[in-house]
């Protein structure tokens, strides 16, 4: 009789349960501990076969946590410095913390409240609090309040709306129409795909598939379709082994090319944050080189920051980011004008 298949575990609950986790540990948890208890890996996990797939995945984990501007810490343990085995993973729950200079009235402490309720009801499944019970017995904080290590939640993403008709079309091997807006324009276009696998890179959902009208593999960012996901020709489009590990390799390749140069204002959050991503490099002069894959998600994030940095290099991304803010300013100026 063939073993039961592992239960599929969502991404995001598997990374919610490894937040979870890291933030309910003082001493810290070993990749051994993680894969062995937490929620999402402890499903694929062998303890006399090959981890190596799963290990991959942890790996990829850790990058999506510090993207999000999670701050995830190492620890060495005396006498094994070097050892990948014995390192421990936590979460500082001080450099977690918000701002001391952000304060909130009761009317934004309550809507805050009532948000984070609608998340944790609708994410934390009884698994993974299960999960989150087991990791403690092997050494975790026993007196962690539940409530406030969940509070931590909402920075995690939710999946986007395409998420669960764009699996159903993978698991019933269907063709998928949407519409899907590409940078640099305003109106979305139909796209007619195949697809081939979900990914998550950099903490953001992406579609691998096949165009039909080119005939080539691309990646569509699920942020960006807008309507309905139709499904048709369901049957007839068997995606190929391997697919996910293929565009998420590719995305490492461009990711490892790809970099720009910017200087941030000292203590400011761009600094912080772009500081803290994975690969970061910061130059003798202070300013930080910073990988990316998309020029429009990078010149999106990098607006965020406003006056917190200047793009140094290369020249392209800082003509798109003047374009970014001229656009931002001309839109302020139509809503003056009307008003």
Do not use: C
Request: net charge neutral; aromatic share 6%; charged share 30%.
């Amino acid at each position: 009789m063939p073993a039961a298949r592992a239960p599929r575990i969502p991404a995001e609950e598997r990374l919610f349960s490894l937040v979870l986790a890291l933030l309910s540990t003082e001493s810290g948890l070993t990749k051994t501990d993680i894969l062995a208890n937490v929620q999402g890996y402890r499903q694929r996990w062998s303890r006399s076969g090959d981890n190596a797939s799963l290990e991959r995945q942890f790996e990829r984990d850790k990058d999506d946590i510090r993207e999000l501007g999670i701050p995830l810490e190492t620890i060495e343990t005396p006498g094994s410095s070097g050892n990948n085995q014995t390192l421990r993973y936590r979460i500082p729950k001080g450099e977690y913390n918000l701002p001391d200079d952000i304060r909130f009235t009761p009317d934004d402490s309550a809507l805050l409240s009532l948000a984070a309720m609608a998340w944790r009801e609708g994410s934390l499944s009884a698994e993974s609090r299960r999960a989150l019970l087991k990791v403690r017995s092997i050494g975790a904080d026993p007196d962690a309040d539940d409530d406030a290590i969940a509070a931590y939640a909402p920075r995690l993403r939710a999946r986007d709306a395409a998420f669960e008709p764009l699996r159903d079309a993978l698991d019933r091997s269907g063709a998928v129409r949407f519409a899907y807006i590409t940078p640099g324009h305003d109106e979305p276009r139909d796209r007619f795909v195949a697809p081939l696998a979900l990914i998550q890179h950099a903490g953001r959902w992406m579609l691998s598939a096949l165009e039909f009208s080119t005939g080539q593999t691309k990646n569509y960012l699920l942020s960006r379709i807008v309507g309905p996901v139709r499904m048709v020709e369901a049957g007839k489009h068997v995606a190929p082994a391997g697919a996910a590990e293929r565009a998420l390799a590719e995305l490492d390749r461009l990711w490892g090319e790809r970099t720009v140069t910017v200087a941030t204002t000292p203590g400011s959050d761009a600094e912080r944050r772009l500081g803290r991503r994975r690969g970061t490099a910061v130059r003798s002069d202070g300013a930080l080189v910073v990988h990316y894959v998309d020029p429009q998600i990078l010149v999106e994030e990098l607006a965020s920051f406003g006056a917190e940095l200047r793009v140094i290099e290369p020249a392209e991304i800082r003509q798109r980011l003047v374009s970014r803010f001229r656009r931002l300013a001309a839109d302020h100026a139509q809503t003056d004008d009307a008003a």
